[in-house]
């Protein structure tokens, strides 16, 4: 038994030193070991770091710092990677990483925030050994990244002085008239039939030809000069769905019934199914594909109904149009433009939920999109999308506020929609802190006062009505389904109709009428007053 206990402890010896093998080669280029690049660069990247937390240019004086630089470049990838050479010594891929984080010379939020990537990779690394070179650095690793998060929260504060909100006008170019080059282009087929009998004729075809190619290019022309031409479905508002190839045959039963209810409000309908930008390259959140389908396809609506395919409206609300409850004020607001943005309001202790939102095409509808958009490159927002979503919604207020005279937002929230140290999102903090900068900016929650963003108060309407501890026992006019644990089975369900009926709209009309009759739609119900402890925030 003291035979193989020795055994076994060799054996776990041995695995320990290959483990940690920071005496073997390292970097090919300089020949170092690990223990050599450990030894040269710990105190120079320490010297970064204090100055990449004070905001301060590079420490140039250490005469280690530009070859240690230049070392950690070439070794980032391996430690991205956490290849082999990271297995045998950690400590030195944790270093790497911490000094290109501490070097890393951004110049937007977008590559502020990748920077703050690196950080959080070395903090993995700190798990598999007791560190000997960078002790210093681990203990202040949780300062560095908030440090790292203020800056890139300043950067785009900076980034937003440069932005205006654009002038509430409604960005649709006048219709084609009767009569006007272009308006009576189309060929019949029986004037195709006609022309083909006799060479006089299609002489004469070819004349008309001729007439219209030149109809064409004035109308190519107009086309330049007035930016686009009325499309037939610009005065049509359309719902707009987007789902992975991959989650369609799940989708499907829900994705039927939001086609039914387009129809029933003489809606179009939208089921984008390319994943192209959120795939390879890209590799982007799956929630980010309706966004860039909307920027896409929003300029041929009048507006679109952006929805999630994990919600449904509620049977005995179906008569009720959410386009037109989100796409106008409330009687008491007179404001001459209607809404650009509409979204359910969200008040202390819910967090914001962008499952239903509604945006129109003008100039400010399109700024908020595009303002929505860019922040897809930044790395690892809080809650995918919906980080990006909420501190877009606290710019065009702010933007909105400052074009009033008032005083407007500097992006403080934005330093929690990244992760911390630790690769954790602070949920908690960064809805505090939107409550306080939305009430700031725009009035406290049932009685905003933007003029760009509609927030439909849930106590009247309640249009997206989040399914979570409450579950169904407040009325609303939609359920929302929302998190990664839900019962497609269940939901279908609680709707009421089989998954084979769902895909006619006739039966679906029968059911939704029938349900109708039996009980009163109730669309709003009581603001969640406290979340099911321990929650704070739900």
């Not at 009685?447 to 409450?470: C, E, K, L, M, Y």
């Amino acid at each position: 038994m003291l035979f193989v206990f020795w055994l076994l402890l060799g054996v776990l010896t041995q695995r320990c030193t290959e483990s940690w093998a920071c005496h073997e080669l390292f970097d090919e280029e300089s020949s170092a070991s690990g223990h050599q690049f450990l030894a040269l660069c710990s105190e120079a990247t320490f010297a970064a770091a204090a100055a990449a937390n004070e905001g301060t240019g590079l420490p140039l004086e250490q005469p280690e710092l530009l070859g240690c630089v230049a070392a950690s470049a070439r070794l980032m990838d391996s430690a991205l990677e956490g290849d082999e050479k990271c297995t045998r010594c950690p400590e030195g891929c944790a270093l790497v990483l911490l000094l290109q984080g501490a070097t890393y010379q951004y110049d937007s939020v977008q590559t502020c925030s990748h920077s703050v990537m690196f950080y959080i990779r070395a903090n993995m690394y700190f798990k598999d050994f007791e560190p000997h070179w960078t002790s210093d650095l681990k203990d202040n690793l949780h300062a560095l990244v908030n440090s790292r998060r203020g800056q890139c929260a300043q950067m785009r504060s900076k980034e937003l002085d440069q932005e205006s909100l654009p002038l509430g006008f409604d960005a649709v170019s006048a219709p084609v008239p009767q009569g006007a080059p272009g308006s009576h282009l189309q060929e019949t087929s029986v004037t195709r039939s006609r022309a083909e009998g006799s060479v006089s004729k299609r002489e004469k075809s070819k004349a008309i030809l001729v007439r219209r190619a030149s109809q064409s290019r004035r109308l190519c022309k107009q086309k330049r000069e007035e930016g686009k031409i009325r499309p037939k479905t610009k005065d049509v508002v359309a719902v707009l769905i987007a789902a992975t190839p991959s989650m369609l045959k799940v989708y499907q039963p829900f994705i039927n019934l939001w086609r039914c209810y387009a129809v029933r409000h003489n809606l179009a309908f939208i089921l984008e199914t390319d994943d192209t930008d959120v795939s390879a390259p890209f590799h982007r959140a799956p929630n980010w594909m309706r966004w860039f389908a909307a920027r896409r396809y929003i300029k041929f609506y009048k507006a679109l109904l952006v929805v999630d395919p994990d919600q449904f409206v509620v049977p005995e609300c179906w008569n009720i149009s959410i386009v037109e409850l989100a796409g106008s004020w409330n009687s008491s607001d007179l404001y001459s433009q209607l809404p650009d943005v509409a979204t359910r309001d969200f008040g202390k202790p819910q967090t914001l939920n962008n499952g239903m939102v509604f945006i129109r095409d003008s100039p400010r509808g399109m700024f908020f999109l595009e303002q929505l958009l860019l922040k897809a490159s930044w790395m690892q927002t809080i809650e995918k999308d919906q980080g990006a979503f909420d501190e877009t919604v606290l710019e065009v207020l702010s933007l909105e506020a400052k074009a009033r005279g008032k005083e407007g937002y500097d992006s403080e929230c934005a330093q929690y929609i990244f992760p911390n140290f630790a690769g954790n999102h602070e949920v908690g903090r960064y809805a505090l802190c939107w409550w306080r900068a939305s009430e700031e900016l725009a009035g406290p929650f049932g009685a905003r006062t933007s003029q760009v963003i509609r927030f439909v108060d849930p106590r009247i309407a309640d249009i997206n009505h989040v399914v979570g501890f409450r579950g169904l026992s407040d009325p609303a006019i939609l359920y929302h389904f929302a998190g990664r644990s839900k019962d497609w089975g269940e939901m279908l369900a609680t709707f009421g109709l089989e998954r084979r009926n769902t895909c006619d709209c006739a039966k679906v009309f029968e059911h939704v009428d029938r349900r109708a009759l039996e009980r009163a739609c109730v669309p709003g119900g009581p603001a969640v007053q406290e979340c099911e402890p321990p929650e704070v925030v739900c």
